[in-house]
């Protein structure tokens, strides 16, 4: 597969993505009194957001010495995240049918609080790796373009100040 193809298949999915979350964060933000499941997951959503929007900061050349199937991994992860987003602010519209204003309805806090915990805490941890994977992407990409290039034979230059040193 061309490696230009999969590079501009993860920068395209990357905006709508980042939209997504950003409006599932601002659905949660708008629930009065929301239970602290809610609020940990807002939370985790944003840090998400600033992993994106790091993710969309790697540049192409980054992206080549990245290697096909860390991009490929990338738009998986991102596809997932985003998947993930649009069925939980789906169910959180269902969740939150009976509440007007951002108030929740008694019925709304109970589900909120009571029956849907499980299934707020384990999109919480979704999020977190999602989070931890996208941190890593855009982390590496920062440090191949901080490490001088290799030489010839695959080795970086440092490599080569150490084996004269011991005289090899």
Partial sequence: MDPFSITAGVVGILGPTLHCVRLLVKD???????????????????????????????????????????????????????????????????????????????????????????????????LQNCNITLTSIASIATLYTQLPPADASGRRDQDDDINEGDGG
């Fill in 28 to 126: 949660l933000q708008n629930i009065v009194d929301a239970p602290d499941a809610v609020t940990v997951l807002t939370n985790d959503l944003q840090s998400v957001g600033l992993a994106l929007a790091s993710v969309q900061a790697v540049t192409d050349s980054q992206w080549k010495l990245l290697g096909e199937a860390v991009t490929v991994q990338s738009r998986a992860t991102i596809t997932s995240c985003r998947t993930s987003c649009e069925r939980f602010k789906t169910s959180l519209g269902r969740w939150t049918r009976h509440s007007t204003d951002g108030t929740l309805s008694w019925r709304d806090r109970a589900t909120l609080g009571v029956f849907r915990q499980g299934h707020i805490k384990s999109m919480s941890e979704q």
